[in-house]
């Protein structure tokens, strides 16, 4: 009898990593989602092996479910479920905070395994007819296991990643990982919205150079999913935003102040750690 995955939200996430686990060792891949529509492209395109809208029948039958859903519908997925899924399955989510996600993995029953997971990829689209199989090549895969979760399902994990394509496989904390992502993903997206609020906005549309548009392309971002990101991640963020305020301030106190050799000074240290940061090199993830 083949061993199961189930994939819960068939997204872009969810809908790409179906498609990039088909063929993985004896596994048979199957997709769960509550929308008819999204069922249907998932079925008529092969996102999985097979799909379902029936969760409580598809959880009970999974030897690993992957939680690819809204930070806030996990957390009710694991309330809802958790007597539901198999003794000794493992159940993993793949959004993009930590603590408080592992915080309502609390209600699982001892017999069900839990481990954080985090991809690092995605495009500014949304919806299972922008997922594709090569999302996660060459990305980074974040591993967050509780104290309790079996070397066996880490080790598995591991080699989905390895199969999805991913360069390599990170393993931290859930105060780390949220830390970091405070500072590499929610500051950017918060910066590109932030632009976007300028009354310049609309008076400069066709005059944007490749910089403006670079930092502003996740800007069109989904409002519901962002919401429960920076909320659920608020004092990593507002930590990193308190970072970026006083970096920002002290380069406009600089410029309000005219002084040219200090502006050349404080360029000359950010572009230097800059091109630090570039240098070919052991990766920090590696």
């Not at 063929?23 to 079925?43: K, M, N």
């Not at 895969?141 to 990643?161: G, Q």
């Not at 392309?217 to 308190?242: C, H, I, K, Y």
Request: glycine share 10%; aromatic share 8%; hydrophobic share 45%.
């Amino acid at each position: 009898m083949k061993k199961r995955v189930v994939i819960v939200g068939l997204g872009l996430i969810g809908g790409s990593m179906a498609l990039a686990l088909k063929g993985f060792e004896d596994y048979e891949i199957v997709g769960v989602d509550v929308s008819q529509p999204t069922l249907r492209f998932a079925a008529e395109h092969g996102v999985g092996d097979r799909v379902t809208g029936e969760a409580g029948q598809a959880v009970p039958e999974a030897d690993v479910v992957i939680l690819a859903l809204h930070p806030n519908g996990i957390v009710r997925f694991l309330e809802e479920y958790k007597d539901v899924f198999r003794p000794g399955a493992l159940v993993a989510d793949v959004c993009g905070v930590k603590t408080a996600i592992l915080e309502g993995a609390r209600v699982l029953p001892p017999q069900v395994d839990f481990i954080g997971c985090h991809p690092m990829a995605g495009t500014e689209f949304s919806g299972v007819e922008h997922a594709f199989a090569q999302m996660f090549q060459g990305s980074h895969f974040i591993l967050i296991p509780r104290e309790d979760s079996t070397a066996e399902h880490i080790a598995l994990l591991k080699r989905m990643a390895v199969y999805m394509g991913c360069r390599d496989v990170y393993q931290t904390t859930p105060e780390a990982h949220d830390a970091m992502i405070a500072y590499t993903s929610q500051v950017m997206h918060l910066i590109a919205v932030s632009v976007c609020d300028d009354p310049m906005l609309f008076a400069c549309k066709g005059f944007e150079g490749s910089s403006f548009r670079g930092c502003t392309r996740v800007a069109a971002l989904d409002v519901g999913l962002w919401t429960q990101l920076f909320s659920m991640n608020r004092p990593a963020l507002v930590e990193a935003l308190d970072r970026l305020l006083d970096n920002l301030s002290a380069y406009r106190e600089v410029l309000a102040g005219g002084d040219r050799e200090k502006l050349a000074e404080k360029l000359s240290y950010s572009a230097a750690r800059k091109r630090k940061m570039d240098l070919p090199g052991p990766d920090l993830l590696e």
